[in-house]
T-cell receptor, first 114, second 114 residues
Framework: KAGVTQTPRYLIKTRGQQVTLSCSPI?????VSWYQQTPGQGLQFLFE???????NKGNFPGRFSGRQFSNSRSEMNVSTLELGDSALYLC?????????????FGEGSRLTVL | SQQGEEDPQALSIQEGENATMNCSYK?????LQWYRQNSGRGLVHLIL?????REKHSGRLRVTLDTSKKSSSLLITASRAADTASYFC??????????????FGRGTQLTVWP
């Protein structure tokens, strides 16, 4: 079975631009969640989707948004980029509807904002 | 904060030695999980222990959980150079709006010298 696939792996943007990151979960997994990892804040939860519905959202500004498609693939968007948005963005999928089990992570998308 | 806190922040040992990492958390949990991350890569799930379990083994890994003290430990026996990585504990809350969301600690950086 293919793992979680995230694209792009690396990208560089400038302040004020927007970015869209994509995540393809493991086949059959319907839950997709996103995390931001920075040296200063560590791993922070962004949001979780299940069957195209956002079930939970972390404490991030409205510039951070996401969605999930009917095939469970997910995208997250960050608008009006700031320097502090530079981070490794990790997507994880899970087969568990209750979100009580392990997460399977992708390799991440490393965003650098200049 | 509901995040777990790992201790120590960094651990350096020789191959063949055992490595012990500790994690403390603040709220009641559904389960506690340990993940490994090689530099700049995605997280790999190691082991999950539920709140009603006290100890769990998986290969060279042994995890304990003490819910009265809100703490867990991860023991890696007979360490290998390939075990060099960051290790994170993550807790999943057992109720409310935080259900399904993982709270990560800052991690322990383990270095195993050949």
């Amino acid at each position: 079975k293919a793992g979680v696939t995230q694209t792009p792996r690396y990208l560089i943007k400038t302040r004020g631009q927007q970015v869209t990151l994509s995540c393809s979960p493991i086949s059959g997994h319907r839950s997709v969640s996103w995390y931001q990892q920075t040296p200063g804040q560590g791993l922070q939860f962004l949001f979780e989707y299940f069957s195209e519905t956002q079930r939970n959202k972390g404490n991030f500004p409205g510039r951070f948004s996401g969605r999930q498609f009917s095939n469970s693939r997910s995208e997250m968007n960050v608008s009006t980029l700031e320097l502090g948005d530079s981070a490794l963005y990790l997507c994880a999928s899970s087969p568990y509807t209750g979100g009580t089990g392990e997460l399977f992570f992708g390799e991440g998308s490393r965003l650098t904002v200049l | 904060s509901q995040q777990g806190e790992e201790d120590p922040q960094a651990l350096s040992i020789q191959e063949g030695e055992n490595a012990t990492m500790n994690c403390s958390y603040k709220t009641s949990i559904n389960n506690l999980q340990w993940y490994r991350q090689n530099s700049g890569r995605g997280l790999v799930h190691l082991i999950l222990i539920r709140s009603n379990e006290r100890e769990k083994h998986s290969g060279r890994l042994r995890v304990t959980l003490d819910t009265s003290k809100k703490s867990s430990s991860l023991l890696i026996t007979a360490s290998r150079a390939a075990d060099t990585a960051s290790y994170f504990c993550a807790t999943m809350a057992d109720r409310g709006s935080t259900l399904g969301r993982l709270y990560f600690g800052r991690g322990t950086q383990l270095t195993v010298w050949p």
